[in-house]
């Protein structure tokens, strides 16, 4: 009986406050009526570092290989003066 009076007491300014202090978005009104807003950012945040960890799992399973040393087309036939030198040693 007392926490309904004290309810009622309450939200009996409800009118006046929604009047002098107007809802500008959604989160605000959820806010207002206690409710907490989705938190967009937090689960932007932990969707990325699912992606990473995922990321991380398959860069670990895939063997590791060294590139191919890059050689101009006009040069790849052409040998180098180090081997040349080692071959002729």
Not at 23 to 32: G, I, T, Y
Not at 45 to 67: D, G, M, N
């Amino acid at each position: 009986m007392e926490a309904r009076r004290s309810m009622v007491r309450q939200s009996g300014g409800a009118d006046v406050r929604s009047l002098l202090y107007p809802v500008s978005n959604e989160r605000e009104a959820l806010k207002r009526q206690g409710l907490r807003p989705k938190n967009h950012h937090i689960t932007n945040i932990k969707a990325i570092q699912e992606l990473q960890q995922q990321r991380v799992q398959q860069q670990a399973a895939r063997p590791v290989t060294a590139p191919d040393p890059f050689k101009m087309a006009r040069f790849s036939q052409v040998e180098s003066a180090v081997a040349k030198n080692l071959r002729d040693q």
